[in-house]
């Protein structure tokens, strides 16, 4: 099960912040510094996992922005570096070749896509095809 | 004038994009302006400006950390709009900002319900969405129903939501699994990947918690094993039979096929991969054929360049280590490559790794190359290996080690490494060995003399442990070294006030011992008639201890007189009592020194004390047993339990000072024979007849405390408590009477081949004692609901498949009793509570679940 995800750039700022589970606002910002730090300062030649509390956090650097996402001790690390890559291919396909500002100004939107593909802390939808047709009927509504 | 404000603000409300904007210029004050801006705008009437006022709000929550609780009632109102747009922005801020104290959360039940059954599917995943967020008890049960109906529909994307939202109701509500659970089974068997897909994650949580629940469903999910094709799914399920066959060995037999058939595949993927080698490790160990082709498989993770698939090889590694040691041994090269590797996770698992290979013949090797690393390493790694060697080493009463002398010089080398802060465990084990293995004692005298002599280690607060228990050590086992002027005089050296004055107080005490040891060999070795005496005493010792000339005894007498002299005027109490112990002692006998030796009256004063002194510090010390205490008979008439919170009142002014002078365990006035036992009996005595102290001798209790302060029990410490002299803080505090540990503390190990030395074990074991682990009470409502739920649906299931035998696999449970705790079952599903605590007594047997005989 997905805890949280965070999306936050070298300097710390959070750019993206989803939680899975009910925690205190003190607490997130506690999380958020803490991930930012143990992420921050690794190398790139180091794994892409690291143990965080009691959970694991795995995370992978695209540009300027780090996609940390925290999961339980059991789940499968590489599935989740996927995950996280299939994100990043459907925000680059939604915003044409996304970059930071694009996710700063159209945060809800980012939102929206992460809603369309985690549930409840699951992933729940994994063709990148289907949730871009979702998220373009979406568009159509508004 | 306010509507034309309203009007004002409505038509030049700032949107989102200009809010964003405003932030990224920096100004301090922005945030608090706008803020202000968002709580007039939100409070108007027209739906697009307060809708667009919660969007600005909620990204100022979600990114800058501005509370937005308060806009709770605004959130469902803007959600009530018919507006998509307004209701994604009132979804979107009730699932940020929304929890279980939110006093507003009842009146969203009805917007959710209309939402859920509304025809456009979009707002039904909205509102889906949003109960998957913020469920609570009373949300779940009322919309239940509506989930239900999801769970049915046509639409997929609305059965894929519903499905991940129904873990969460049912976590809330377990009752809804008699109305949801039919159909979420039933969606097992849909051909959408992406339903199933998300069915398959509903079941791998819920078996996550309570594997024997879903045990009857295993032939769906071993169909899902062997038919789907999606990674995502089969990864889910294999987690859900890694689960499933720990409990469950048939399955694990069965499964083994189908997953060494993933594992053959040319192009499977690197994820799926390691999953099926994680569930071969962790449940289906016992299964050859699966498993020598996961080790294998393994290699080709550990050789390649990708950090990540290094590390879980080794990962995974670790997972099978304790049962089949051969796979690692199998990979030993890779593994200590690792140990070189820059990443410090890699480092730290191929640590774990190398002291899972170690074992009595290796350990010197490994432990020499494990020690060049620790010395080339930064800190933290470091430590990381000291602390594992020494855990490794010290298990079950160090099992591994044969030779004890080169595991002391290995303690004392530790010592000397520059970023070792493993001293209190240093210190435990130098202890603990010294009074455990006799033979060890030489080596460890001379390892403790090579840390006491050398100054610079005294600067190095880290080492201040090991130094006290090698202190300790020379002093208690002063028979065995060779020079005891040498080690008293390292013991006094100046640069010993670098210590602390705890260490320190060991460290005079120690001097003490030696001091005694000296004068009493002088002594006997004087005694012409006593010369029997006197080679029982160096023929004990196993080392040169004859040749105390009057030269040598005094200088050593004089040189200890002097070291301590400084010090008699310190300010912390322990050092100044423990220096004017020995100074007086000196005292008394030193005017017998210093006359030549005519004198054969044995009588004097100084031999007398001498002879007590000695007695005192012959009483061996063993090692003592963590229940020692308990096992301790309690003598009749002792009042442990008494309340004593009156004398509290009474004598408060007086006992706060007294209590503090508790440390002093030594009485300077008396000299009082002073054999433990008798003390203790003493003590109980006393301890009876003191309480209770009539009210009005409030000072006569201040006295009596005085001067048996430690009598007066605390909550934790028991009757026997005077420490007397022979003990200091290094040994246990719970320390039974000698008489009472002589009979089960000396058990020898005997060691058949090899010429090991012994080792006293007590009759406890090393590890902890373990809590059972307590079935969460949370859980058992919804295992039963479920189970259920299933031997429902299994009898309807029975007729279908006639090849099916249900075969009940607990044969230890008579058929008479499991029917009896069906009834129960079914009797006890309206009332929860009476029954929980049955049900935890129940849990316990092993609950009679029907498996269906998949060898069929």
Known sequence: MIRFILLQNRQGKTRLAKYYVPLEESEKHKVEYEVHRLVVNRDAKFTNFVEFRTHKVIYRRYAGLFFSVCVDITDNELAYLECIHLFVEILDHFFSNVCELDLVFNFHKVYLILDEFILAGELQETSKRAIIERMSELEKLE | ?856
């Open chain 2, 1 to 856: 004038m306010a509507s034309s404000n309203s009007l004002m603000d409505s038509l030049f409300q700032r949107s989102l994009e200009d809010l964003i904007k405003g932030l990224r210029l920096g100004e301090s004050t922005f945030v608090s302006k706008s803020l202000d801006e968002i709580r007039r705008e939100i409070k108007l009437t027209d739906p697009s400006t307060k809708s667009v006022a919660l969007q600005k709000l909620s990204y100022l929550a979600a990114l800058h950390g501005v509370d937005m609780a308060w806009a709770a009632f605004h959130a469902v109102e803007v959600v009530s709009s018919s507006r998509f747009a307004h209701k994604r922005i009132g979804y979107h801020a009730i699932a940020q900002s929304f929890s279980d104290q939110t006093p507003v959360l009842l009146l969203i039940t009805n917007q959710l319900r209309k939402d859920l059954s509304s025809s456009n599917e979009h707002e039904v995943s909205l509102a889906l969405e949003c109960l998957a967020r913020i469920g609570t008890d009373d949300l779940a049960r009322d919309l239940t129903s509506e989930v239900f109906t999801l769970l049915g529909s046509s639409k997929a994307l609305v059965r894929k939501k519903a499905i991940g939202v129904v873990l969460r109701v049912f976590d809330k509500y377990p009752d809804a699994v008699k109305v949801c659970f039919k159909r979420l089974v039933e969606n097992l068997e849909s051909s959408d990947p992406q339903i199933l897909s998300a069915v398959v994650g509903v079941f791998c949580e819920l078996t996550s918690k309570d594997p024997r629940s879903y045990l009857p469903l295993a032939p769906e999910f071993y169909k899902i094993l062997v038919d789907s094709r999606n990674n995502w799914v089969l990864i889910k399920i294999l987690k859900i039979f890694a689960k499933l066959a720990s409990i469950e060995p048939r399955l694990a037999k069965k499964v083994a096929d189908p997953v060494c058939e993933h594992m053959r595949k040319n192009n499977v993927g690197k994820s799926l991969l390691f999953e099926c080698i994680r569930t071969v490790f962790s449940s289906l160990s016992d299964q050859e054929t699966a498993l020598k082709l996961a080790v294998a498989k393994i290699k080709e993770f550990l050789v390649d360049d990708d950090p990540n698939l290094k590390y879980l090889g080794l990962h995974a590694l670790s997972i099978v280590a304790p049962k089949h040691l051969w796979a690692v041994l199998e990979n030993k090269e890779a593994v200590v490559k690792a140990m070189s590797d820059e990443d410090p996770n890699v480092k730290l698992e191929a640590l774990h790794l190398l002291m899972a290979m170690v074992n009595e013949d290796n350990v010197t090797e490994i432990s020499r190359i494990l020690m060049n690393y620790a010395l080339k390493s930064d800190p933290l790694f470091c430590n990381e290996i000291i602390g594992s060697i020494l855990v490794a080493c010290s298990r079950n009463s160090y099992e591994i080690i044969v030779d004890f002398d080169w595991y002391l010089s290995l303690l004392g080398e530790m010592a000397r490494v520059p970023h070792c802060q493993r001293g209190k465990e240093i210190e435990h084990q130098l202890v603990d060995i010294g009074t455990r293995v006799k033979d060890a004692r030489l080596e460890l005298v001379r390892v403790s003399r090579a840390l006491l002599i050398d100054p610079a280690l005294l600067g190095n607060q880290f080492l201040h442990h090991i130094l006290s228990a090698a202190a300790w050590a020379s002093g208690e086992y002063v028979e065995f070294s060779k020079s005891p002027y040498e080690i008293a005089e390292a013991l006094l050296q100046p640069c010993t006030c670098l210590l602390p004055p705890s260490i320190r107080a060991i460290y005079i005490h120690s001097a003490f011992k030696v001091l005694v040891f000296s004068v009493g060999a002088y002594f006997s070795a004087q005694e012409p008639t006593s010369s029997l005496l006197a080679q029982e005493s160096t023929s004990s010792g196993s080392s040169v201890v004859n040749g105390f000339t009057y030269d040598s005894i005094s200088s050593l007498v004089s040189m200890i007189e002097l070291g301590l002299c400084s010090l008699s005027g310190t300010i912390d109490v322990e050092v100044q009592e423990r220096t004017k112990n020995v100074l007086g002692f000196i005292g008394m006998i030193k005017h017998e020194i210093a006359e030549k030796p005519t004198s054969q009256d044995s009588e004097t004063e100084a031999h007398r004390a001498m002879a007590f002194m000695e007695d005192v510090f012959s009483e061996e010390l063993g090692p003592v047993s963590s229940t020692a205490q308990e096992k301790v008979p309690l003598p009749k008439g002792l009042e442990l339990t008494e309340n004593l919170e009156d004398l509290q009142e009474i004598c408060r002014e007086v006992l706060e000072p007294v209590a503090e002078s508790n440390s002093s365990s030594f009485h300077t006035s008396d000299k009082v024979s002073f054999s433990v036992a008798k003390l203790t009996i003493r003590d109980q005595e006393e301890a009876s007849s003191s309480l209770p102290p009539p009210p009005e001798s409030a000072s006569l209790l201040a006295e009596h405390r005085k001067r048996h302060g430690l009598y007066y029990l605390s909550s934790q410490k028991s009757d026997n408590h005077n420490d007397g002299d022979g003990n200091d803080n290094n040994t246990s505090n719970e320390y039974p009477p000698a008489n009472e540990i002589s009979v089960d503390s000396f058990k020898p190990k005997k060691k058949i081949s090899k010429p090991r030395p012994v080792v006293v074990k007590l009759d406890e074991g090393d590890d902890p004692k373990t809590k059972p682990d307590a079935s969460s009470s949370n859980d058992e409502p919804l295992s039963r609901a479920i189970q259920t739920a299933l031997m429902g649906k299994g009898k309807g299931k029975e007729s279908v498949k006639d090849n099916h035998d249900i075969n009940v696999d607990t044969e230890n449970i008579g058929q008479s009793s499991r029917r009896e705790k069906k009834k129960k079952k079914n009797g006890e599903r309206s009332s929860k509570r009476s029954s929980r605590r049955r049900r935890d007594q129940e849990a316990s047997v092993t609950k009679p679940v029907e498996v269906p005989d998949l060898l069929l």
